[in-house]
């Protein structure tokens, strides 16, 4: 690991102007994504400004009968919070379906949305990779592809966003708050905040530099059946291969993202106008475009049966 | 997750490895040479916390783990280092009552924390029920995961009864039973290479049950 000084700033607009202001520095939250690559050098960051102390560890009401998520709650309380777990099932679902019980009490709302690809290329400093040195090439390509992307991907990365909740998020249409080092608030939804690749795969988000995020609020309750289905090398504490995140109303309308199989959360409108008319009519369009590896074709058939599984699970 | 691939280490090369592990961190060369090449200088800072209800200061390269803290500098060597990258739980740890990886966590982030450690937990002469319950059920084999086993059991059992679902959790709005599937999904964090898992399991029901 490369040396680094270390601060706990003292409030939101402090920690975004500090980080703006000092080349090299990087916000720390609960380490469990950033210190795992700053171990590996695939982070270097030169100071951490340590975001425990900015009081974003609440959960509150907002005016339109959603909820604000303060950057800072961990996945833990996230997750078991009594109106989430009523209002927000898919959203609980989700993030109990990732990492394990001892990082999600670390893990924080911020830093899930922000974790890192899995890419193992993008793991080996041996490799090339263009998210990881801009302009070194793609070991994916032509390599060991099975956990990687089959859709929004380019000629110079396919790797996948990793994470569960995000999922979840995005399938909920949350936004993300943010303040920046001049103390200005932005609200970003979160179908803009993860990038595609194109030809920049290491612009991974629609964050400014010293940008930090506050919260991410949640729209009022919508009802209906919510599930998580994650498909997976093992059954518990592995990456997903696919993840279906859905909200399936009584009269069969509804909504459907998915999870490990893009840059980041899927979801497609058209998909979601086709899902009365079952998974099959659902897919085309979710799935159009889509430029699986050799490694990773099996995915969309996956997507299609996880699915299927999912809407006759919902109409149980 | 990686797939070590490692060929047959005999448990005598473990151990060798493990002690050249504890000697190359006493000697902080390795490091002060990699500074001068990166041009960077490591940084010291202080940080106080409470350790199985001692107070501890020290002074460390911000660099040090939660782990290497509690192992190199206080001793504690209870808690392990699997893979030193959250994906085996050997490390698991107490921090204010929830189970954290320590090997995931920089030492200075816990200033005024209060950590609770397998050595915090029972002593030999007074043991935890946990800690009975192993020994009772053979809940280990070479013990190198047992510590954070043994730690991550304790939290499981608290984590069902504060009302934390986990993915098995049924109907996310009932009170959730203190099952064996409960158990096995919120112990999946805990890697067992020996495989003594039913045994951990047989440890937890008889804790879970005579504590109910
Ligand atoms: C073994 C293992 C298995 C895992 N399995 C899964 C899984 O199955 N599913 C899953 O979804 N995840 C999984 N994870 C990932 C885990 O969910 C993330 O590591 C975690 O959510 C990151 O949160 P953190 O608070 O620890 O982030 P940190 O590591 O602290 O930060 C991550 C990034 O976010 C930035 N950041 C943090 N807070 C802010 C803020 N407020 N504003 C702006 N930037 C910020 C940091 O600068 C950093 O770049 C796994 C992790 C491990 C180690
Ligand atoms: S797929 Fe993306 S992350 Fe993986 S090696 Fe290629 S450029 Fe790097
Ligand atoms: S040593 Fe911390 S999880 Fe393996
Ligand atoms: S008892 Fe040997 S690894 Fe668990």
């Not at chain 2, 999946?188 to 504590?211: K, P």
Request: aromatic residues 4%; contains cysteine.
């Amino acid at each position: 690991m490369k040396p680094f000084t270390y601060e706990r700033a003292s409030s939101p607009a402090a920690a975004a102007a500090a980080v703006a202001r000092t080349p090299g520095a990087k916000f720390i939250a609960g380490g469990t994504n950033l210190l795992d690559l700053m171990k590996l050098e695939i982070e270097t960051p030169t100071h951490l400004i340590d975001v425990q102390e900015l009081k974003l560890d609440k959960i509150e009401p907002t005016q339109d009968g959603g909820l604000r998520v303060g950057a800072f709650v961990s996945n833990t309380a996230l997750a078991s919070d009594a109106r989430v777990r009523r209002d927000y099932g898919v959203l609980s679902r989700a993030i109990v379906a990732g990492a394990s019980g001892q990082l999600r009490n670390k893990a924080t709302t911020a830093g899930n949305l922000l974790q890192r690809t899995r890419c193992p290329y993008f793991y080996d400093t041996n490799q090339a990779c263009n998210k990881r040195k801009p302009g070194s090439g793609c070991a994916a390509l032509g390599g060991y592809s099975r956990q990687l992307g089959i859709i929004g991907t380019s000629d110079a990365c396919i790797a996948t966003y990793p994470g569960d909740m995000a999922v979840a998020m995005r399938l909920l249409d949350a936004q993300i708050e943010t303040i920046n080092p001049t103390g200005q608030s932005r609200t970003i939804p979160i179908a803009d905040f993860h990038k595609l690749p194109g030809t920049t795969p290491h612009v991974e988000n629609a964050l400014q530099r010293g940008e930090l995020i506050t919260a991410v609020t949640l729209p009022k309750p919508l009802g209906g059946t919510h599930t998580y289905r994650k498909v997976r090398d093992r059954a518990s504490y592995a990456y997903a291969l696919v993840s279906v995140a859905a909200i399936v109303q009584p009269d069969g309308s509804g909504r459907v993202a998915i999870g490990g199989i893009a840059p980041r959360p899927w979801r497609v409108d058209a998909a979601d106008a086709q899902l009365r008319n079952g998974s099959k009519a659902v897919v085309a369009p979710l799935l159009a475009g889509a430029r699986p590896t050799e490694d990773n074709a099996f995915k969309v058939p996956l997507v299609e049966r996880t699915l299927a599984a999912v809407l006759a699970e919902t109409r149980a | 997750m990686k797939d070590s691939g490692s060929p047959e280490i005999s448990r005598r090369g473990i151990l060798a490895g493990g002690a050249a592990a504890v000697a190359a961190t006493h000697v902080p060369l390795a490091d002060a040479q990699t500074a001068t090449r990166s041009g960077l200088k490591p940084t010291l800072a202080k940080v106080e916390m409470t350790v199985n209800g001692k107070r501890e200061a020290m002074e460390l390269d911000t660099r040090t783990t939660l782990l290497d803290a509690l192992r190199e500098h206080l001793h504690l060597i209870g808690t392990k280092k699997g893979c030193d990258h959250g994906q085996c739980g050997a490390c698991t740890v107490m921090v204010d009552g929830k189970r954290i990886n320590s090997c995931l966590s920089l030492a200075v982030m816990h200033q005024g924390d209060k950590i609770t450690t397998i050595e915090g937990l029972g002593t030999p002469d007074k043991l935890h029920p946990m800690q009975a319950a192993f020994i009772k059920h053979d809940g280990y084999q070479c013990g190198y995961c047992t510590p954070g086993q043994i730690c991550s059991a304790v939290a499981v059992i608290e984590e069902i009864r504060a009302g934390v679902p986990s993915h098995v959790t049924g109907d996310l709005n009932a009170k959730t039973p203190i099952s064996n599937a409960e158990m096995r999904e919120r112990m999946s964090g805990n890697i067992c290479r020996c495989g003594a898992y039913s045994n951990i399991l047989e440890a937890m029901t008889e804790v879970a049950e005579t504590r109910a």
